[in-house]
């Protein structure tokens, strides 16, 4: 079974730092894309951004409103998939989602989702 | 950064039929379709069809998505009061480099 579990939210002040991380279980992380996605309470879903895996050199994309301030990692040996959030801002408030992109002959959407954990960021 | 377009609200009534639509460009529905989600209060989303229009295994023939420019839609069949939801199109966008969301549509059936 697919697991994707988030952990390291919290309350920070503005111009605070935090890390998230998603530990992933049941299937063979290092072969998937993996995405970063946040929703603030009662809003729409925002992309913050992607982790490519070994074949595509790991590189990353990031949302605009995130870029610069935000850095995704991976440790393919651990399974897991990281977000470091840097000059966090009141707007960066919301309940951050690790999901899997899917592979194995479908389109790259998301697969498969975590709980979330929450961020809030004010003083 | 600019998202899809999707109605904020559908109404039906139970067992009737609900076509949710998602629009965008030729950058990203045009090009690549769409990917519907579904999101039940306090849980996370859930896959329910793929940009090409598959299903994801275990979801119910009851919903199939299509696509017709640069408009794509879910067809919801046989509404169930667990089909009440939100429900989200996304895809990549090639001039954004980006994941777009759609808004998101609440669908409520009566």
């Known amino acids: 079974e697919v697991q994707l579990v988030e952990s390291g939210g919290g309350l920070v002040q503005p111009g605070g730092s935090l890390r998230l991380s998603c530990a992933a279980s049941?299937?063979?992380?290092?072969?998937?894309?993996m995405d970063w996605v946040r929703q603030a309470t009662g809003k729409g879903l925002e992309w913050v951004g992607r982790?490519?895996?070994?074949?595509?050199?790991?590189?990353?994309e990031y949302a605009a409103s995130v870029k610069g301030r935000f850095t995704i990692s991976r440790d393919d040996s651990k399974n897991s998939l990281y977000l470091q959030m840097n000059s966090l801002k009141a707007e960066d408030t919301a309940v951050y989602y690790c999901?899997?992109?899917?592979?194995?002959?479908?389109?790259?959407?998301?697969?498969?989702w975590g709980q979330g954990t929450l961020v809030t960021v004010s003083s | 950064q600019a998202g899809l377009t999707q109605p904020p609200s559908v109404s039906k009534g139970l067992r009737q039929t609900a076509t949710l639509t998602c629009t965008g460009n030729?950058?990203?529905?045009?090009?690549?379709?769409a990917a519907w989600l579904q999101q039940h209060q306090g849980h996370p989303p859930k896959l329910l069809s793929y940009?090409?229009?598959n299903r994801p295994s275990g979801i119910s023939e009851r919903f199939s998505a299509s696509r017709s420019g640069d408009t794509a839609s879910l067809t919801i069949t046989g509404l169930q009061p667990e089909d009440e939801a939100d429900y989200y199109c996304s895809t990549w966008d090639s001039s954004l480099s980006a994941v777009v969301f759609g808004g998101g549509t609440k669908l409520t059936v009566l």
């Open positions: 049941g299937f063979t992380f290092s072969d998937h894309y």
């Open positions: 030729s950058n990203n529905v045009g090009n690549q379709g």
């Open positions: 940009r090409n229009n």
């Open positions: 982790s490519r895996n070994k074949a595509k050199s790991y590189t990353t």
């Open positions: 999901a899997r992109l899917s592979t194995e002959g479908q389109p790259k959407d998301f697969d498969s």
